[in-house]
């Protein structure tokens, strides 16, 4: 008993000192909590936890600590059933448990996952929701494209460094919500970081929010405001109303919580009025993402998939008086 004690201090001593390892701060468990890790290979781990990290989870069950990655764990809760802290992935998007931080903890954080897209007929945001490569953005920055450039800022030995991938494609889009899905190719020496989607229903009047995005192309650039209104009608759209700045090239970019979760996805803003933005609700998000056939894009159509009502016949002259 003593020995294993001995096992599970040394273990949590040695999470906490390994400065590569940032803790997530995960809900404080009792000593005597047990928890069920199912992992991706089906396999089912139970023990009591020490500690959790961005990269791994100690589990103590019983005769050795475990160290589980956290890319490797499906669902994790508690012996009958409720869910506790940690990650959970669905198909194209996950979502986690994640304490509050400040907006320059949360902006340092979940930065990498902030990308610039580049179009032919401009520039916005957008925020990557998979590993595998998949890029959330505005319709309007992608409209009448089927393939954009897309800027990552991965983070490196002398701060961030920007690498552009050429020839993204434009997988999905939902005009009527103004959103887009585009498949990135990353180079396989890029990591790419994620973020999570949280529960934009639960968001409130007055809570702080901020965004992270490339206004006028100006790269990475961090705002910070509150919620103004949870369900401002704007262009036939249910959106949070923000005083979080948004301009041109913020388009498509992420809105996040004070958890670091995306709340939203920052759309539009009137030019001269200050602190009148507004973002859609990361409902609508997980909903296009849920049903991304639905709103496969159909490059066989020289219009995009969308109609275009005809313009007004020009009226015809009145005849000559005689």
Same mark, same amino acid.
């Given at each position: 008993? +003593? ?40 396999? #089912? ?37 409720? #869910? ?42 957008? *925020? +990557? ?35 552009? +991938? ?9 005009? !009527? ?31 702080? +929010? ?9 790269? #990475? ?28 090239? !913020? ?26 933005? *507004? ?11 849920? !049903? ?11 219009? !995009? ?18």
């Amino acid at each position: 008993m +003593v020995a294993r004690m001995l096992v599970a201090t040394l273990a949590l001593l040695f999470c906490v000192q390994d400065p590569k390892a940032p803790a997530v701060d995960l809900p404080v468990l009792k000593p005597d909590t047990v928890e069920v890790l199912e992992l991706g290979n089906g396999t #089912r781990i139970q023990g009591r936890v020490l500690r959790a990290t961005e990269q791994a989870i100690f589990i103590d069950v019983g005769y050795d600590v475990l160290k589980v990655p956290i890319a490797s764990v499906l669902r994790r809760e508690t012996v009958d059933g409720k #869910r506790t802290g940690g990650v959970v992935h669905e198909k194209l998007w996950s979502r986690a448990e994640l304490p509050e931080r400040s907006v320059a903890e949360g902006a340092k954080l979940m930065g990498e996952a902030v990308v610039k897209i580049e179009a032919a007929g401009g520039q916005g945001s957008g *925020f +990557v929701t998979n590993a595998d490569g998949w890029v959330v953005t505005n319709f309007h920055v992608v409209e009448r494209e089927v393939e954009v450039d897309v800027v990552v800022y991965s983070l490196g030995k002398n701060g961030f460094e920007p690498r552009t +991938v050429r020839k993204c494609k434009v997988a999905a889009i939902n005009p !009527n919500m103004d959103l887009a899905l585009v498949k990135m190719e990353a180079p396989s020496d890029l990591q790419l970081k994620t973020i999570y989607l949280g529960d934009s229903d639960g968001m409130q009047v007055g809570d702080t +929010v901020y965004a992270i995005g490339a206004p006028i192309g100006l790269d #990475r650039t961090v705002s910070s405001g509150i919620i103004s209104v949870t369900n401002r009608t704007f262009e036939g759209r249910c959106h949070f109303q923000i005083t979080t700045p948004i301009n041109p090239g !913020n388009s498509g970019g992420p809105l996040f919580n004070l958890r670091g979760e995306v709340v939203g996805v920052n759309s539009a803003g009137y030019r001269g009025f200050q602190g009148l933005n *507004f973002a859609i609700p990361a409902k609508y998000v997980i909903d296009f993402l849920n !049903n991304r056939d639905a709103f496969a894009l159909d490059t066989t159509r020289s219009e !995009n998939g969308v109609h275009y009502l005809p313009a007004p016949r020009k009226p015809k002259a009145a005849p000559a008086a005689k």
